[in-house]
């Protein structure tokens, strides 16, 4: 029998008996094994439907995903399966996957390293090539690359930009550009207007949102209109596999911004302090986030003239210890630009460019769910063309909307995965009204 035939015959006896599930899954992974990833999510998805608690089922779901690219959609359920002691070892191990994908090597590191302690068949060459790990359980071997970052440690030296970004290169965004004038500019511009009122200032700013629209860039900008100094620090970065390594490095960042105020002090990835408080196996997660929060709450210390904000992309891996006041007290949901910020950013993108007669409204139109970084390598992209043209031509033409307009379908808006993610916390996790503005926003 070919493969084929035992798709057929397969798909035959599932339709004789629809709610057999083990029979069900059998035909999902065999269409799995055959690469034919959409016949095999909607068989997987319908199990799922039979039987919601089935681990092998939603391993099997997370996987084709994973092969799909959907990887948002494979980590969300990959996540929940983790989370509990017994999660199938293959789901370890697409776990391990997705983190390396996203740059979490460390955390990939472990999570592999428990895959095939629980399963040693699942033992993967190059996957081990690229963690550095060695391929069998045994050993206590380290990802060379976290071992080479905390040997070269010590203090950690965070740099200091001179940001001469303002919030007139922004596009859009007003509603959090208003939040952080009231809250981080104006008590530092009119200090003693807010002691009148007798406002307490300090605390930092959350945002949260897709990805690409704009959050590292309004931070930078807050940095620029206040001509403070900007540090931009990637929590990955700072996380450090050693037990009291990720504690210092973090305490030297502030204290590397308390000797240089004003200052911006932004933290991209914030989400990955959380995350660490869960993975962490010997358990020094704790004390990564509880530092964390001692810091920014400036014990034994001042924090004036430090101005924290901060970003997420997964704001549900957050901890709730983040909100209380004094530390995020605002946190604000970021958006993917509505049309009129669309045409803002827009003109801000082709500002100083040759251009001729461009209709800004009707790219804007063109663009729904463009994120501020699609529209950014929309106007790359047929800058690159107009420089080819004009290296051919001998002579520089300006840029039109029919040119923009070309390289439209080049760039696809990458806003939309983020939601699909988005959407299944909204609806199933909404725990105190987290993410109402999600709702809002999806009109759910
Ligand atoms: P995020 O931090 O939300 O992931 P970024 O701020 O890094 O996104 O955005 C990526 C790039 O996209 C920026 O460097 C900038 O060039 C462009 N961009 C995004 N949003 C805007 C905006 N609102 N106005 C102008 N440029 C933007």
Partial sequence: MTNND?????????????????????????????SRYEEAQKEFSTALALA???????????????????????????????????????????????????GKVEQAVREYKRAIEADPSLADESLSDRLGVAASAGGDVVDGRVRAHTEAGGDYDPDIERSKTKFSDVGGMDDVKNQIRMKIIYPITNPDVYKAYGKKTGGGILMYGPPGCG?????????GEINAGFISVGINEVLDCWIGGSERNLHDIFDSARRNTPIVLFFDEVDALAASRK???????????NQFLAELDGVDTNNEGVLILAATNAPWHLDSAFRRP???????????????????????????????NI?????????????????????DHTLEKKIEQA??????????????????????????????????????????????????????
């Fill in 6 to 34: 035992a798709v057929t015959t397969l798909k035959q006896a599932v339709a004789v008996s629809p709610d057999n599930v083990p029979l069900r899954i059998h035909l999902a992974n065999t269409l799995h094994g055959l």
């Fill in 279 to 289: 993975d962490l196996r010997n358990s020094n997660g704790k004390n990564v986030i």
């Fill in 52 to 102: 919601p608690d089935d681990k092998q089922v939603k391993a099997g779901l997370a996987s084709t995903f994973y092969q799909m690219g959907k990887y948002m959609q494979a980590l969300v359920i990959v996540e929940d399966l983790v989370s509990s002691a017994d999660a199938p070892p293959a789901a370890r191990l697409l776990h391990a996957r997705i983190l390396l994908g996203d």
């Fill in 215 to 223: 959050k590292t860039h309004l931070a930078r900008a807050t940095a």
């Fill in 391 to 444: 290296m051919k031509d001998g002579k520089p033409k300006p840029v039109t909307t029919k040119d923009l307009e070309a390289h439209l379908k080049e760039v696809k808006p990458s806003t939309l995965e983020w939601f699909a993610t988005a959407k299944n916390y909204a609806l199933y996790s909404n725990e105190g009204g987290a993410y109402d503005e999600i709702r809002k926003y999806l009109k759910l």
């Fill in 359 to 379: 209709d800004y409204e009707y790219l804007a139109k063109k663009t729904e769910n463009f994120s501020g970084a699609d529209l950014s390598s929309l106007v």
């Fill in 326 to 356: 004094g530390r995020f007290d605002r946190i604000i949901f970021v958006p993917p630009p509505d049309k009129p910020a669309r045409t803002e950013i827009l003109r801000i993108m082709l500002q100083g460019k040759p251009t001729e």
